[in-house]
């Protein structure tokens, strides 16, 4: 998502940056370390999982188990419980687990809703993650500083003028970025 925003592919990105249960997502640490981009934005987003696969397989098929290993972690309690035996296998995104669990025989992704629907995929099992207070604070990221920074020590950002409900309310970004 850096490498997009930086090579102008889109005026702004999204990136996860630190989770309720698995804590700060280094991989995003790593990345501002190198970029230019500025934090445009903030959000904090409940963060639903569910077991997904092409709508032929069943729960005793599944023989891999695929998710960004964050969510991988997020599910880890759930997963050992009721899959034990099952390999499990970090990708880059949720996203690309479910592309791959809607192109692979006898592969599961763990995601949200929105990815189930964009790939054709059936819950297998829902509302995996281990707390039911699972949130995830994501940052928009830009190319120009349009935010300030307000109560560092509460993690808050603040836009402009602007309340951030009615900001991130805008065409249902809050909703589709919790179904991922």
């Known amino acids: 998502m850096f490498r997009q925003v930086e090579e102008r592919q889109c005026d702004y990105g999204v990136v996860p940056v630190e989770n309720s249960t698995e804590g700060m997502v280094g991989q995003t640490l790593d ?3 190198e970029s230019p981009l500025q934090i445009t934005g903030e959000i904090e987003l409940p963060i ?3 077991l997904l696969a092409g709508k032929a397989a069943s729960i005793d098929s599944i023989q891999l188990i695929l998710g960004h290993e964050q969510a991988l972690g997020q599910c880890r309690h759930w997963l050992d419980s009721h899959l034990p035996d099952v390999a499990r296998e970090a990708v880059a995104s949720n996203g690309e687990a479910a592309r791959r669990a809607g192109s692979e025989s006898g592969v599961a992704a763990i995601a ?5 629907g964009l790939h054709g995929l059936e819950p297998l099992a829902r509302t995996i993650q281990d707390s039911s207070n699972n949130t995830t604070r ?3 990221l830009g190319r120009e500083t ?3 920074a307000v109560a ?3 993690r808050c950002w603040s836009r ?3 309340d951030p409900e009615r900001y991130w309310g805008c065409c249902g970004l809050s909703r589709r970025m919790a179904s991922v």
């Open 31 to 33: 990345c501002f370390l």
């Open 48 to 50: 639903v999982h569910h």
């Open 112 to 116: 949200g809703e929105l990815a189930a």
């Open 138 to 140: 994501f940052l928009v």
């Open 146 to 148: 349009i935010l300030r």
């Open 152 to 154: 560092i020590k509460r």
């Open 160 to 162: 402009r003028g602007i």
